[in-house]
């Protein structure tokens, strides 16, 4: 069943995000299934798509095939569309298993956005290796519904926010946001996304966002940022 009709598995905050902003469309053009197509194995020859790859991918087009929703607080400000629409692509991943492409933020981008017979979420920076961004879409929907709840807070990037992110305790993980290449951590006050970047061979470098709300913890970042500086070598 489509996410939009049952959202089940995701939390009230994701649920909420698809309420109030999702929507569902029909296929831009008719879409040619997947058993039809020939995919390119990881050396290098064309075989039929394995059946792991198609039931894969015809879930993914069940269960989110369509999907349309907006997202405040990326980079840089403003809200921006997701769109669940299968691509054509499909083929090995270098590192094992398969994948099959969909078109994601609807925004010029140096990255194509992939799913993994594992059930990751990933991009692709063109080198063809799959690179998680999330543990699945389910992950990225929620990670993407903070991002919206977080957005009319104050957010800081850039130099020290790292360092500064990893100091901060008393928060609460988001374990349902999170993975290997992503963390989030909340309180009241704060929130933390911890995250790899998106392209670049690995170990692909690790940045920070951080939010605040209300003068208390945009001073306790103050002071934690002077810290961090103040240690680094």
Do not use: C, K, N
């Not at 050396?43 to 269960?63: C, M, N, S, T, Y």
């Amino acid at each position: 069943m489509h996410i939009l009709d049952d959202p089940t598995g995701l939390t009230p905050l994701a649920q909420d995000l698809l309420r109030r902003t999702g929507r569902r469309e029909p296929p831009p053009e008719p879409r040619l299934a997947g058993d039809f197509r020939w995919v390119r194995e990881r050396a290098g020859r064309r075989v039929p798509p394995p059946v792991l790859l198609l039931i894969r991918r015809e879930g993914f087009e069940q269960r989110y095939g369509g999907l349309r929703y907006l997202v405040r607080g990326g980079e840089p400000a403003g809200a921006r569309e997701w769109v669940y629409d299968l691509h054509r692509d499909m083929g090995a991943d270098p590192a094992g298993g398969w994948y099959f492409d969909w078109f994601g933020e609807r925004v010029s981008s140096p990255v194509g956005h992939r799913v993994h017979t594992d059930g990751r979420a990933g991009v692709t920076d063109g080198s063809g290796v799959f690179l998680e961004i999330a543990p699945s879409v389910p992950a990225l929907i929620e990670s993407h519904a903070l991002l919206d709840r977080f957005s009319g807070w104050e957010r800081r990037t850039g130099a020290g926010t790292l360092a500064a992110a990893r100091r901060l305790d008393g928060l609460t993980d988001v374990p349902e946001a999170s993975g290997p290449t992503v963390r989030w951590r909340v309180s009241e006050d704060l929130a933390v996304q911890e995250f790899q970047l998106w392209a670049g061979p690995p170990p692909r470098p690790w940045r920070a966002w951080i939010w605040t709300r209300g003068e208390a913890a945009r001073a306790r970042l103050a002071r934690t940022l002077a810290r961090a500086a103040a240690d680094r070598p």
